[in-house]
């Protein structure tokens, strides 16, 4: 049983939310929550697997609920929903540690899906998708003095843990991984797993951002 934590200042779209988990087999609404403050603390108290948060909220907004909430250190992880192409902030509640993002207007069975993909400690947002998202946002908030030895764990990486992190940069999936790099699809999961222990990183979205962030990727122009 996947258990959820609604987080929305929208009445409204705490129902629909709310309608589609309670007749979806496997899933338990937990709570719900007005705002990133009520958000943080009941995630506290419920610990659920997932909690659905939207970024724009009064007060204690969803980024800053995802940063405490992350902080906190327990096994909740966070999904945001946003509109995307109007909303800035999606960039910096992924790097807040939310292990994804989906729109607002996503179909029902890709809300689902998203869910259980994030309470399995997956990445919701598809590489392309998130290519297109740092492509975006990336600017705004990569260090000018970033560069492949400001960080001292890509140091921990062999030779081809490196190159799979540069993929993984880059967008590509890992049946792509696999066929530009010559290798697996099973032998690419396995690399793409050693390099998020490595690293620290949650799931593919954190170590696409740390990519950015270490200039092995750089925004498109």
Do not use: C
Request: aromatic letters at 4%; hydrophobic letters at 45%.
């Amino acid at each position: 049983m996947t258990t959820v934590l609604i987080a929305d200042d929208q009445p409204l779209q705490r129902l629909g939310f709310r309608m589609l988990l309670e007749g979806t087999p496997g899933m338990a609404l937990v709570g719900e929550a007005g705002h990133g403050a009520e958000a943080v603390r009941m995630a506290a108290e419920l610990r659920p697997d997932v909690v659905l948060m939207d970024v724009r909220m009064p007060g204690t907004d969803g980024i800053e609920a995802t940063r405490r909430i992350v902080a906190a250190g327990g096994r909740t992880r966070v999904l945001i929903l946003t509109t995307f192409d109007l909303d800035e902030y999606a960039y910096a509640a992924l790097r807040a540690g939310a292990s994804g993002f989906l729109l607002k207007d996503a179909r029902p069975e890709e809300l689902i899906a998203g869910i259980q993909a994030v309470a399995t400690g997956d990445a919701v947002v598809a590489p392309s998708l998130t290519r297109r998202l740092l492509d975006a946002h990336a600017h705004q908030v990569l260090s000018p003095t970033a560069g492949p030895e400001a960080d001292p764990r890509l140091r921990t990486l062999s030779e081809r843990e490196h190159e799979v992190l540069v993929a993984i940069g880059r967008g590509w999936t890992n049946a792509e991984i696999a066929e530009r790099l010559v290798l697996t699809e099973s032998t690419v999961k396995k690399h793409v797993g050693r390099v998020l222990a490595k690293i620290g990183a949650r799931d593919r979205i954190q170590a696409v951002i740390m990519a950015y962030d270490a200039g092995l990727v750089r925004p498109r122009t």
